[in-house]
């Protein structure tokens, strides 16, 4: 999913500022096949079978942390 990496860079103003939503993290979380479940803290990744932690209060690190992982993740040698 291409497109999620560019919506994640797409929610930051000129300050860096976080206005990546809740809704908008969890939505895109249901969408993608290789997240098996998730909460706030935390997503397991269906290709290597680990719980990743996520800063439960700040979205877009947490879409970030996850795609970085999932870029890397190829059944078990993802970034944790």
Same mark, same amino acid.
């Given at each position: 999913m291409p497109n999620l990496? =560019? *919506? +994640? /860079?797409?929610? =930051? =103003?000129r300050n860096n500022k976080n206005v990546y939503g809740l809704e908008e993290r969890n939505a895109l979380f249901s969408k993608d096949p290789d997240? *098996?479940?998730?909460?706030?803290? /935390?997503i397991l !990744?269906?290709? !290597?079978d680990k719980w990743i932690a996520l800063p439960p209060e700040d979205h877009l690190q947490a879409v970030q942390k996850w795609l970085q992982? *999932? +870029?890397g993740c190829r059944g078990g040698t993802g970034v944790t």
């Open positions: 990496i =560019t *919506r +994640a /860079r797409s929610h =930051t =103003t997240v *098996r479940k998730f909460d706030p803290e /935390r !990744c269906n290709m !290597c992982h *999932r +870029a």
